[in-house]
């Protein structure tokens, strides 16, 4: 069975620091990850995704996540938020061979200036 | 390309009407999906399609129905609407399965009075 754990509900930054969303998955054979963004009262935009090829995965608007086997993580992250960057943001995976993508319940990122 | 498009973006039912969302994808995909977004919840699958003529269950299929007669469109019903169906049901759509892509929609929000 595949399920995603976003660790936080809610993250704030400064403007110009770093941010890190955590995301724990679990599945049975070789998952694919996605992270999408949601800006309020938007549909979901994909950020970014891996499906086995590098674990280190580069994304739009700067942001990258690392896919860790060991760890069954996915977090993402970026080294300076910007305002713009305030919004909802979900991991979700697919394990090999399903139809559907299994969602996290999300994680709102703040952005103070 | 105008992507995925959903109608209507905003209605109002009472309890025990009926209605029936309307989804539409203008890129040739195989795959459908419709979720529900709650607060705090994440995305709830709740019906899916694998191609023109086919439908799923998802993990909150109970008070709706879907149908796909036509590859570019997903419709979903509600029967007998109660409040418990008030949210944001988002309409996705991909080429493939598991490692592709899903494209969503903009959204419907329903309230149920």
């Known amino acids: 069975a595949q399920s995603v754990t976003q660790l936080d509900s809610h993250v704030s930054v400064s403007e110009g620091t770093p941010v890190l969303l955590r995301c724990n998955y679990s599945?049975?054979?070789?998952?694919?990850l996605f992270w999408y963004v949601q800006h309020p009262n938007k549909g979901l935009q994909l950020l970014l995704k891996?499906?086995?090829?590098?674990?280190l995965v580069k994304g739009i608007n700067g942001f990258e996540a690392e896919f860790k086997k060991s760890e069954t993580s996915f977090h993402l992250t970026k080294p300076s938020a910007h305002m713009s960057d305030a919004a909802e943001y979900f991991c979700a995976v697919s394990d090999m061979g399903y139809s559907t993508l299994t969602f996290g319940k999300g994680t709102m990122l703040l952005v103070s200036p | 390309n105008a992507g995925v498009t959903q109608t209507p973006k905003f209605r109002v039912l009472k309890t025990g009407q009926s209605m029936t969302l309307l989804c539409a994808q203008d890129?040739?995909?195989?795959?459908m999906y419709w979720y529900r977004q709650d607060p705090g919840m994440g995305l709830r699958l709740i019906h899916y399609?694998?191609?023109?003529?086919?439908?799923a269950k998802g993990e909150v299929p109970d008070g709706y129905n879907v149908s796909r007669l036509k590859k570019q469109n997903f419709l979903l019903g509600l029967e007998s609407a109660a409040p418990s169906q008030t949210s944001v049901y988002f309409c996705?759509?991909?080429?493939?399965?598991?490692?592709?892509?899903?494209?969503f929609g903009p959204g419907t929000r329903l309230t149920v009075l």
């Open positions: 599945s049975s054979y070789s998952p694919s």
């Open positions: 996705a759509s991909s080429y493939q399965a598991d490692t592709d892509t899903q494209y």
């Open positions: 399609s694998v191609g023109e003529g086919t439908t």
């Open positions: 891996y499906t086995s090829a590098a674990t």
């Open positions: 890129m040739n995909h195989e795959y």
